[in-house]
């Protein structure tokens, strides 16, 4: 009996409980046949550790996506205020009385 049997759904927690007795049920029918548990639990923690691993990777992929937003429209041109803004600043008081026909 799968997933569909039981009428499982995709929510991460029910999934979870349902691996974990999937995994502990495994662990049943090893201790059931008289074999070692060690080297069921660890191919389990393995499993376990490329999974954490995997979610990780996938998080850390997603970061640069999420932080295109905050820097293009947020630091970007906080940063070109503070680096152009003086040398605007110069620029018209020169600029200005120049136009305008008065001497500096």
């Known amino acids: 009996m799968g997933r569909r049997g039981l009428g499982i759904t ?11 007795l999937s995994a502990a049920i495994g662990s049943i029918r090893v201790a059931r046949r008289a074999a ?5 639990l660890r191919t389990h923690t393995h499993y376990l550790r490329l ?10 992929c997603q970061v640069a996506v999420k932080l295109i ?4 429209f947020l630091i970007f ?6 680096t152009l803004g003086p040398a605007v600043l110069q620029i018209m008081s020169q600029l200005v009385p120049m136009l305008l026909g008065a001497a500096p």
């Open 36 to 40: 070692s548990l060690a080297p069921a």
């Open 10 to 20: 995709s929510q991460p927690l029910v999934l979870s409980c349902y691996q974990t």
């Open 77 to 82: 041109p906080a940063m070109l205020l503070v």
């Open 69 to 72: 937003f905050p820097v293009f």
């Open 51 to 60: 999974r954490l691993r995997q979610k990780a990777r996938e998080a850390a």
